[in-house]
């Protein structure tokens, strides 16, 4: 679909960082502004109509300097907002980005980290800080976020808002799979050619490796699992601050325990009660609090045994497996 139909060329390279166009997908600048367009055109971000060109949606989410300018995509800029404590009643702040989405990308994870907190890590005589969420998993939500967005919901776009305790990063339109299958499905998007391009330029993971990645650094900086929800018209991911897991509900080590099951799964190994344990930083003489929860997860059919008639050093399996 056209944003913007009729322009003449010096038009179109004063609407689209071209520029970074061409710096992204490592490719030289040609030597005439007459063949900017041709070359963008190879990847539909503009299509020559006569004389005239026309800048295609694709092109806009991309590279506008200014996506207010493109009445089809302009709520779609993603929107940052920060929360004094852990609701919306009171807003520190309020962002909404103006760049596309590959031009502004890189500036908007290093905004979204900067408004994180931190966490002061002593190693030896070494003090230094650590982000409460690893960047990993910020880069990957928020790529995902804006890929398998719903684009034909107009009114809407990505919302990433941070609270003390958690951050929950938002887009339109439900999700095309089973949220409980998002570890270890290949994905689905709504929008291939704009996920196609977001993967060249390298700003979201290779096909279906995204969100095992995610879980993976989760478990490395030891936070309680991420919550996948899906409505009619969202997604959301929310990525929980550091608990104790005395105080997480059984909800809580539930979703964990099945997601590390998938995790090692996924990874040609099986979850047993020693990786459990390591995953939760229990200690080997309080193995029973592991198996409690391996139980309640097994009671709720999200795992199984991985050989029934084995109960010492059981293995354990995601259900679908």
Request: glycine share 4%; hydrophobic share 40%; with cysteine.
């Amino acid at each position: 679909m056209v944003a913007k139909k009729g322009l003449e060329l010096d038009e179109v390279l004063e609407l689209l960082d071209f520029s970074s166009y061409f710096t992204l997908t490592g490719q030289q600048l040609p030597s005439k502004k007459e063949n900017f367009l041709d070359v963008m055109a190879q990847d539909g971000l503009v299509v020559k109509d006569g004389l005239k060109y026309d800048i295609t949606n694709l092109g806009a989410l991309l590279f506008a300097k200014n996506v207010k300018v493109f009445e089809t995509i302009k709520r779609k800029a993603v929107r940052v907002i920060q929360y004094k404590g852990k609701n919306r009643v009171e807003t520190v702040k309020e962002q909404e980005g103006g760049l596309g989405y590959a031009v502004g990308f890189t500036r908007l994870i290093d905004y979204i980290n900067n408004q994180l907190p931190s966490n002061e890590e002593v190693t030896k005589a070494l003090r230094k800080e650590r982000k409460m969420y690893p960047e990993i998993a910020i880069r990957e939500l928020v790529a995902n976020a804006l890929i398998h967005q719903d684009l034909s919901v107009r009114g809407a776009g990505s919302i990433v808002e941070i609270f003390t305790d958690r951050i929950e990063i938002t887009n339109p339109g439900a999700p095309l799979i089973d949220v409980d299958r998002f570890i270890d499905h290949s994905p689905q998007s709504r929008n291939e050619d704009l996920a196609s391009f977001m993967r060249r330029i390298k700003i979201c993971e290779e096909r279906g490796s995204g969100i095992d990645k995610v879980i993976f650094h989760i478990e490395l900086f030891q936070l309680p699992a991420p919550r996948f929800e899906a409505a009619d018209k969202f997604t959301k991911v929310i990525l929980y601050a550091p608990a104790k897991l005395s105080s997480m509900k059984k909800e809580d080590r539930i979703r964990a325990c099945y997601q590390h099951s998938c995790l090692k799964f996924v990874s040609n190994d099986k979850m047993s009660n020693t990786s459990l344990r390591e995953r939760f930083a229990i200690k080997t003489e309080n193995y029973p609090m592991a198996s409690r929860i391996i139980a309640d997860t097994v009671k709720a059919g999200l795992i199984k045994p991985d050989n029934p008639e084995q109960r010492k050093h059981a293995k354990y399996i995601p259900f679908w497996a």
